[in-house]
């Protein structure tokens, strides 16, 4: 969408309401819009001027969550909305319980997506804007595109983009990731390590995000392709508990779900 469908807006005081035309067949019910919306790396202040309005306006605030507990994006959405009122929460089925790969996950996955779109498609269709809360950018590693692919083709939508992990985090460890000619190659934690160590040794600089129990594979990685010494460890990068540091001189192997590790290049420089 080009952004400029708005929400649906009171009438202006003191002006009455212009009649509404009879139902016809063959004229669409109007349906509400699906909005992603990016929140940024955690510091509330990363949000951009779109992602506040629409986190104001919309009907519904969607954001994904472990059972039990509240889900990063919604807190960062506490800096602009505190109405609990147009929270909805989607806990997943599974986080780091089962192998993403294990069959039980990704049928226990799929089916939480489908239901989730399913629900989601019964209030839009009401005519209610969804705004669902992702991390980062919700095109880059987002809970929200497996949504967006089962609801793009039925409803209008609105992706508003978001500053991700990775830059808040490089910026924030004040390294600069890329010069000149480097090529940034992006890796999840979850590769194989013959794949990390090969991808890692043919880049020129890296980002290895979700770490979690993975960070021993990862060092060891980085180690085997001649990284190690230019590896930089950020946790919670822009948040709370923020923590940067070399990883060489990290002294546990201990990382939260929201840690990467960044290979700077060391590129053509004028």
């Known amino acids: 969408m080009d952004g400029t469908s708005e929400f649906m807006r009171p ?10 035309p009879a139902a016809s067949a063959e004229k669409p019910a109007v349906t509400g819009t699906l909005y992603g919306v990016g929140m940024g ?3 509330p ?3 951009t001027v779109r992602a506040v309005r629409v986190l104001e306006r919309a009907h519904h605030l969607v954001h994904f969550c472990k059972a039990g507990k509240r889900g990063n994006a919604r807190t960062i959405a506490d800096a602009v909305v505190q109405d609990a009122a147009r929270e909805w929460p989607l806990p997943y089925p599974y986080t780091t319980e089962l192998h993403p790969e294990d069959p039980a996950y990704v049928a226990a996955l799929a089916g939480f997506y ?3 779109a399913e629900r989601l498609a019964a209030v839009l269709e009401a005519g209610r804007d969804v705004a669902i809360l992702s991390e980062g950018d919700p095109f880059f590693y987002g809970s929200f595109m497996h949504l967006w692919r089962r609801l793009k083709d039925r409803f209008p939508v609105e992706v508003v983009p978001g500053v991700t992990g990775m830059s808040g985090c490089w910026t924030r460890a004040g390294t600069p990731i890329t010069w000149g000619d480097d090529v940034l190659t992006v890796l999840p934690a979850t590769l194989p390590h013959a794949t990390l160590v090969e991808r890692l040794a043919r880049t020129d600089a890296a980002v290895v995000m979700k770490l ?3 960070l021993p594979k990862v060092r060891a990685a980085l180690t085997e392709a001649g990284l190690i010494g230019r590896a930089v460890y950020v946790e919670r990068g822009t948040m709370a508990g923020e923590t940067v540091t070399p990883l060489s001189e990290k002294p546990d192997d201990s990382a ?3 840690s990467m590790v960044l ?8």
């Open 256 to 258: 939260p779900y929201f």
């Open 11 to 20: 009438e202006p005081a003191g002006i009455p309401s212009a009649p509404k």
């Open 41 to 43: 790396p955690g510091d």
């Open 263 to 270: 290979v700077p290049g060391e590129g053509r420089r004028p």
């Open 212 to 214: 979690g129990r993975h």
């Open 45 to 47: 202040d990363y949000l």
């Open 114 to 116: 489908d239901e989730a």
